[in-house]
């Protein structure tokens, strides 16, 4: 299980990826922004915040705990996450525009068999 600076990390990891800051994305869940702060600080958010979070960042709150990975969440792993910014500014000119996680599934399955194609080439 992740530690509250962890779950933090990961936060703002996939806030990023969004093309999102902590503030906004406390403010559409109702959250005060100190959130963020009390999780640096030690401090672990209550299981309907951290459910609210993960449903608001298009993933399970287990991955957010650090309980299941990337895969079975359909969150993309870090690199990927990458990857989509730069697929959604060529797509759509806006590196901020979201996919839909099921968007996301298809598309990283789709890159990832082609490299598997490509690999044995």
């Known amino acids: ?4 600076q962890e779950l933090r990390e990961i936060i703002l990891e996939l806030l ?3 093309g999102e800051n902590p503030h906004q994305m406390l403010k559409k869940c109702g959250y005060n922004t100190s959130l963020v702060n009390d999780l640096k600080k030690g401090q672990m958010p209550s299981a309907d915040k951290i459910a ?3 449903k608001f960042l298009g993933v399970s709150g ?9 895969e079975s969440s359909g969150q993309p792993a870090d690199n990927d996450a990458a990857l ?3 697929l959604r500014r060529e797509f759509y000119g806006n590196p901020a525009a979201e996919f839909t996680p099921e968007d996301m599934r298809l598309i990283l399955d789709t890159v990832k068999m082609l490299v598997k ?5």
Do not use: Q, T, V
Request: without cysteine; proline residues 11%; hydrophobic residues 30%.
């Open 117 to 121: 194609i490509k690999n044995k080439n």
């Open 52 to 54: 609210n979070i993960a």
């Open 62 to 70: 287990d991955y957010l705990l650090g309980m299941e990975p990337p």
């Open 16 to 18: 990023d990826g969004r």
């Open 1 to 4: 299980m992740r530690s509250p």
């Open 84 to 86: 989509l910014k730069e």
